[in-house]
């Protein structure tokens, strides 16, 4: 009976740590393959024109409200869509 406990007990301990195992392997290239997929969507697609847009439209107006308003749109697109963001090009201060 004891020895049938310890085979138990002992089979229990290397499934869990083989879950582990393949767990380290494999998550991490499933997330970046959904976060790839994503990022290919519509949505993220428009997040990264509206970004390019206020970019522009600081480029030619610093001091306007219509680069704030655009810049606004895409963190909500980004957020929205959970796209990876993108850096910006310029130094807004």
Aim: charged residues 20%; positive net charge; contains cysteine.
């Amino acid at each position: 009976m004891k020895s049938m406990k310890t085979f138990i007990w002992s089979f229990i301990v290397f499934l869990a740590t083989l879950t582990i195992i393949l767990g380290i392997i494999y998550v991490p290239s499933y997330l970046k393959a959904q976060q790839e997929k994503r990022d290919q969507s519509i949505g993220c697609i428009q997040y990264r024109q509206m970004f390019e847009l206020s970019q522009e439209s600081h480029i030619i107006n610093p001091d306007g409200k219509k680069w704030v308003r655009e810049s606004m749109a895409a963190q909500g697109l980004m957020k929205k869509h959970k796209c990876t963001p993108v850096v910006s090009r310029i130094r807004i201060q």
